[in-house]
């Protein structure tokens, strides 16, 4: 595993808007993920406290370690997501707040009333499909990001970086409180449900940043010609044809009863976002004296 740290970006946000990168229907899509984070990031943080109160301090104090920077990091999240999503939280939208209640309120429903594995496997379903996206964010789409706006760009550098950095923790929590008990054990919670949580938590997102996304793009080609209108829906999905077959791809892995998210190679620039986030790096902190 990478060293993790914990960083404190330094961008300002005022000025960000929602079509932040020429590339409207990319812009949007990452507006609509941008919802996520801020409730997402204190759901795992919640599940993750619980699961820590069950490790063994002694036995399990590395992997203690490892979960006390998972939520230092998760923390950062929310927090810049919620300060960046202001951009588009701005009336233009009516049905944005509507839409983030429904999100909040399964959550909360999943912690107040599912078992701690069940969270804990989504919490590791939602790290392994957002592992795939990670590499691509920082390999793929050079095309989307040509001309964005360098807050918007920066913010989702930081964020898949950090992602990619944490991405083994999800799993090594949820094998070591319920897959490590022998070999029926390792093929109900370690496969089986793992599995369950992949997919509980692919579908469920998937249909909140649908419907976040839909809303978006209802508001923007509302004031559209038909011209542009049409020529909005074809640049929606050929960017959904692009990723969609990106993730599809890189997703078939996380089905293999021998996945490990740690050989998993880091994307190209990785080492070099995550500098600019320390202290004093670019993007990063100051420190002071």
Sequence with gaps: MLDMKVRYPQIDFE??????AP??????????NSVMPVYLEPYMIKAFIQAKARLDPLKDAELIKEVDW???????????HTRFNKCFQNGRYP???EFEKAFKDDLDGYIANKPLYFNLAYAEG?????AVFYKHWFESFANYREGAREEALRLWDWHNAEEFEHREVALKLFQALYANNGIWSKIRYGYFYRIYGVWTAWFHMQSHIKKVYDHFMDMERA????????KSIASEKKMKRHIGGLMMRGLLGIFSP?????????PSGLDRVLKEFEPNG???KPVLG
Excluded: C
């Design 23 to 32: 590339h409207l229907e990319f812009a949007m899509i990452n507006n609509a």
């Design 223 to 230: 004031e559209m010609t038909p011209a542009e209108r049409d």
């Design 282 to 284: 670019k993007y990063g």
């Design 126 to 130: 939602f790290e392994s499909t957002g």
């Design 15 to 20: 000025d960000v808007f929602p079509h932040w």
């Design 95 to 97: 049905k944005i707040a």
């Design 70 to 80: 998972f939520i230092a990091q998760e923390s950062q999240h929310y927090r810049q």
């Design 258 to 266: 021998f996945y490990n998210p740690a050989r998993k190679p880091p």
